[in-house]
């Protein structure tokens, strides 16, 4: 095989060897397939492509200092697969076999698993589309549930450290009582202007308000977001927030770290007030924020005073990353070998 510089990876798409599939027709899903091609075939009539049926995850594989593969929480990942389905009436896929999917598809790929001193990991992601041809507007009555995987590298490559983030009213990325909650194709596609428009300023992301008000903080485009204030961890509490599995994680090692956990409305506010600020989720676990500019005032808020990420952010991000990578002891059975 062509060789792969582990320290050197980005978060692109790498062709690996194996990808697995399940289809659901007549009413119940089939058997898990191996498939050897990237490429789906499928009717250009499918619901997945005219109206939106589609919803995905990510997760990630770690390789030990022991050589053990470990995935973090997959069983998060496959109800809140479940929870996207029935948000936009596709067919649920069983718990039981998308960890069965899981299993399958990294030990098949086994070899694209970064070693441990890469800080690499490989990206897991499970998709579920509407096949069915419909050219009314109605639920497919097919569906196929697969999963891939890439290798993927260190989020960060120069060490854990800080960017910007900032506030455009503008644009929305869910409704009030829309699909923001489930994790579908259509949220990214309505974040994709104001995402690039950020990045051109110089921005990691853009940290929405929320969509009724706009005054209460939501989320980033692809990750939700947390403050520090008062030995507090504060998370914004929403109708229109996609529930990260890392945030969860994150609120419990927030609370054995004796820290108080807040969820709740989150005022725009309260900005100003926060110690430390950042965006997670899986790419990063933890992405911590320097200042949030707010566009449409003119106003700049500078989180990290001293220009460097704080000390809640720091220990959260290493207690995590070292139970994903095995290193510290995995007290919440979040952790799942891959044998
Ligand atoms: C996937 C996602 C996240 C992060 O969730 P994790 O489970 O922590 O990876 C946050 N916000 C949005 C909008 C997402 O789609």
């Not at 259509?186 to 706009?214: F, R, T």
């Not at 808020?301 to 720091?314: L, Q, S, W």
């Not at 220990?315 to 990578?325: A, E």
């Amino acid at each position: 095989m062509e060789k792969i510089n582990w320290s050197d990876l980005g978060f692109g798409y790498i062709k690996t060897d194996y990808n697995v599939r399940c289809y659901y027709r007549d009413g119940k899903w089939g058997e898990l397939e191996v498939c050897s091609s990237e490429i789906i075939n499928i009717h250009m009539a499918a619901t997945c492509l005219h109206y939106g049926q589609e919803a995905f995850e990510g997760l990630k594989a770690f390789r030990g200092k022991d050589g053990q593969i470990r995935v973090f929480r997959m069983e998060e990942n496959a109800k809140r697969l479940q929870a996207s389905s029935r948000g936009i009436k596709m067919a649920e896929f069983p718990v039981d076999r998308f960890e069965e999917a899981v299993r399958k598809v990294v030990k098949l790929n086994e070899r694209f698993v970064p070693p441990y001193e890469s800080g690499a990991a490989l990206y897991i992601r499970p998709l579920l589309i509407g096949l069915g041809a419909q050219i009314g507007v109605k639920p497919a009555d097919e569906y196929m549930f697969t999963v891939f995987v890439t290798p993927v590298g260190p989020y960060f490559k120069g060490g854990f450290s800080l960017s910007k983030v900032c506030i455009m009213r503008e644009f929305d990325r869910a409704a009030p009582n829309g699909t923001g909650t489930i994790k579908v194709g259509g949220n990214y596609a309505a974040s994709l202007v104001a995402g690039e428009m950020a990045h051109e300023k110089g921005y990691a992301a853009v940290l929405y308000l929320d969509p009724k008000e706009k005054l209460y903080l939501d989320e980033c485009g692809p990750a939700n977001f947390f403050g520090i204030r008062d030995n507090t961890y504060i998370t914004p509490s929403s109708h229109s927030i996609l529930p990260s599995i890392t945030n969860k994680s994150l609120q419990q090692l927030a609370e054995d770290m004796g820290l108080k956990v807040e969820r709740r409305p989150v005022a725009y506010d309260e900005i100003k007030t926060f110690e430390e600020a950042a965006e997670c989720g899986t790419a990063a676990v933890i992405a911590p924020i320097s200042q949030i500019d707010d566009i449409d005032n003119d106003v700049s808020f500078v989180i990290a005073k001293d220009g460097k990420p704080g000390p809640v952010c720091e220990k959260l991000y290493q207690t995590l990353r070292g139970i994903q990578y095995g290193d510290l002891p995995d007290t919440y059975g979040w952790i799942s070998i891959m044998e």
